[in-house]
């Protein structure tokens, strides 16, 4: 195991009703005068956002709103919340959404607070240091944003999607009350499914060795998943199956799962790609990518692809060949997503492959190579997409 540091400061407030207590949060987080973000209008549609706004104003605090914030987030509407916070004075902001209304809020929050464009946080030319205080109640089991001190953006007029990080930006607290995701349709909450898992095997394929705790803590999440998941698409009111789901995200995403060991992300890096090229969900791009990228790098490290194919689906293990419990494990996962109904190939996904070439470009490696478990040149990210051009089960 490697030297970390492990920093989750949000506190996180699980369960039925919880959203009412968003005013008195906020309260404790030293916020007066607060910017309620949102996105394209299901929290008004449900009626949580007349619930979040009264305790609000059972708390005693003031507040303006900024809602149409669309799934992969746009600095448009960043740049807008920006200049509205400073006129506004604002010095919290309350996010009623998902990962993208919390990304968005997020990077309006350390924008607020920067003198030079936000876009420098995004395109590498400065790190965020400081940013207004950011709380959430969560709609959708998926991002992992709630407690993570990441955001993904993207750039309106380029389609360029693209990540910060930093530890300003973990929220103060998050309000999770797995009821509210029984409204989602079912494909988001496939879509959710697949990210959740993606983030826990981002770190799982590692090649840092005698990670036990973190290979079996990331095993109990996959697992959780694979038996939740087909169970809330069957039955989307089944609150105890969604409270397993939401918590399952946001222990896939703090980073818990994923200390001590080197991690990958080269499957995320290649998704993003997808999701602001054809501004498809972020999860059903990594449906097609990950199993993808899986089958690509395999041989980098086949027993470590045995491990998952065993211990998370259940796969029997082919001791003289390992490749083979390996490729079934592969299978096993990219059946899964296809039953929960996501696509797997580019087709399904509305993807072409004739456009290979402009993604591998905006992806921009260069003549390097990236990621964290078997670094990928050009050639290797032109050769993964060309698989998940034409994946089956
Ligand atoms: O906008 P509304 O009307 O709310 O509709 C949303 C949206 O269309 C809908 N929705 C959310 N909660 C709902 C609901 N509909 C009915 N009932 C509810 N309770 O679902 C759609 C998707 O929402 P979105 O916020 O986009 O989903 P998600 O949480 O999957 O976020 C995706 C974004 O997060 C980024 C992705 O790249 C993508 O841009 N990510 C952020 C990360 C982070 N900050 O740590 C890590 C991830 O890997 C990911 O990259
Ligand atoms: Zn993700």
Redesign the pocket.
């Known amino acids: 195991m490697d030297n970390f540091n492990f920093y989750s400061p949000t506190e996180f407030v699980f369960g039925a009703d919880r959203e009412n207590e968003a005013g008195q949060m906020v309260k404790k987080f030293g916020g007066k005068n607060v910017l309620v973000h949102?996105?394209?209008?299901?929290?008004v549609?449900?009626g949580?956002m007349d619930r979040v706004t009264k305790s609000l104003e059972n708390a005693g605090l003031s507040y303006v709103t900024l809602g149409g914030?669309?799934?992969?987030?746009r600095d448009t509407l960043v740049y807008e919340g920006i200049a509205l916070c400073k006129k506004e004075n604002i010095d919290f902001i309350l996010c009623v959404?998902?990962?993208?209304?919390?990304?968005s809020a997020?990077a309006i929050a350390a924008g607020v607070l920067y003198e030079g464009d936000f876009w420098d946080f995004y395109s590498g030319k400065a790190a965020v240091e400081k940013a207004l205080p950011v709380g959430t109640v969560l709609?959708?089991a998926?991002?992992?944003?709630e407690g993570?001190g990441?955001?993904?953006i993207?750039q309106e007029a380029t389609g360029l999607?693209r990540?910060a990080g930093s530890n300003a930006l973990r929220p103060r607290f998050s309000i999770m009350n797995p009821a509210?995701?029984?409204?989602?349709?079912a494909f988001?909450t496939a879509?959710?499914a697949c990210?959740i898992m993606?983030?826990v095997f981002e770190r799982y394929f590692t090649n840092t060795r005698e990670v036990e705790i973190t290979d079996r803590l990331c095993e109990a999440v996959l697992l959780t998943m694979v038996k939740e998941a087909p169970r809330v698409i069957k039955d989307p009111d089944n609150y105890e199956a969604r409270a397993n789901i939401m918590w399952a995200g946001t222990v896939a995403?703090t980073n818990i799962v994923g200390v001590g060991r080197s991690q990958d992300w080269n499957s995320?890096n290649i998704e993003?790609e997808l999701?602001g090229f054809y501004d498809v969900?972020?999860?059903a791009g990594l449906a097609v990518i990950m199993p993808s990228w899986m089958e690509y790098v395999m041989p980098h490290n086949p027993m470590r692809f045995a491990q998952m194919a065993t211990r998370v689906f259940g796969c029997e293990m082919n001791f003289k060949c390992p490749e083979e419990t390996a490729k079934e494990g592969i299978r096993c996962f990219r059946r899964f997503l296809k039953e929960l109904g996501l696509p797997i190939n580019f087709e399904e996904l509305g993807a072409k492959e004739e456009d290979i070439p402009a993604l591998v470009e905006k992806f921009g490696v260069g003549d390097g190579k990236t990621g964290g478990f078997m670094p990928l040149s050009a050639e290797d990210i032109s050769n993964i997409y060309k698989i998940a051009a034409h994946a089956k089960v």
Do not use: E, M, R, Y
């Open positions: 949102f996105g394209g209008g299901s929290a549609k449900s949580l914030v669309k799934p992969n987030p959404g998902g990962g993208s209304v919390i990304d997020k709609t959708i998926a991002a992992g944003s993570s990441d955001t993904v993207t999607k990540g509210l995701t029984q409204t989602l349709p988001q879509c959710g990210d993606a983030h995403h995320h993003h999701s969900a972020h999860g």
